[in-house]
């Protein structure tokens, strides 16, 4: 389970996604994230999925590490899910058990939101999937780039996150890696109740924070030995500008949110 987890990696690539200008790329997801919380209809929400669709096989990552991004949020994929059909009594009933009753409007809102999940998970991977980890903290300092106004260092706010979503898959390993070591000294991990299991991580979170601090540490001794001192005066290897093809998937995001509003003014809503 913890090496399916592949959110914050990087994954080179030389697709048209890969070559996308980042700026417009953290941009159009936010649009779209936003955008899928306008959806009302289950066509509204096919068109989104739709434009998704589009983009992960124009990126040429495999479908098997997408469906990796999923497999953490199962579980409240699942909870949510449940949660939506127990307790939303609108439409006919099409099951009813004790106080338990299921109607069309809890299933119908239980799909609609476990596309809308998934949806938003997939999308928010594509940026990291795509976008190395130096051209994502150039493009959130050139986008945050008018807080400096304000005396706001933008530069090692964007550094800061970028360490931090890079950080996530070596802990990840690290978690692996030492929960391998506590098996093989006959830790157990999978049995007992909740405060035994609980109990049981103590060995694991107490080398991870050790680990994670002196991983911190060499990061900020190297970086002060290589004499960096922040973002002020220093030029850039690549500098990114707007193509054609960031143009186009401009357009085609612009208007496919266009068309989630059409599509919400014709066809009746679900939610």
Request: charged content about 15%; overall charge positive; some cysteine.
């Amino acid at each position: 389970m913890i090496k399916d987890i592949t959110i914050g990696q990087y994954f080179p690539g030389n697709s048209v996604i890969h070559r996308l200008d980042p700026r417009l790329k953290i941009v159009l997801i936010f649009a779209y994230i936003v955008a899928i919380f306008f959806c009302k209809n289950f066509q509204s929400i096919g068109l989104m999925l739709l434009l998704l669709f589009v983009t992960v096989l124009l990126s040429r990552i495999s479908l098997k590490l997408i469906g990796k991004s999923l497999k953490p949020i199962l579980i409240i994929i699942l909870i949510t899910s449940l949660l939506q059909i127990i307790y939303n009594k609108n439409g006919e009933v099409l099951l009813e058990y004790w106080k338990i009753k299921i109607t069309t409007g809890g299933v119908y809102t239980a799909v609609f939101t476990t596309i809308r999940i998934a949806a938003l998970v997939l999308a928010s991977s594509m940026l990291t999937y795509t976008t190395s980890p130096t051209m994502l903290t150039d493009a959130i300092e050139r986008l945050f780039s008018p807080l400096k106004i304000f005396n706001i260092n933008v530069h090692s706010i964007a550094m800061m996150m970028t360490i931090a979503l890079r950080f996530i898959p070596t802990l990840i390993e690290e978690v692996d890696k030492i929960m391998s070591a506590q098996k093989s000294r006959g830790a157990d991990f999978e049995s007992g109740n909740l405060a035994k299991r609980g109990k049981a991580l103590i060995p694991i979170f107490i080398p991870l924070f050790i680990n994670s601090f002196r991983r911190a540490y060499e990061l900020a001794f190297a970086m002060e030995c290589r004499c960096y001192r922040g973002g002020e005066g220093r030029t850039r290897l690549r500098q990114m500008k707007m193509a054609l093809r960031d143009y186009l998937a401009f357009l085609i995001t612009t208007a496919s949110i266009a068309g989630i509003f059409v599509l919400n003014h014709f066809f009746a809503a679900v939610i």
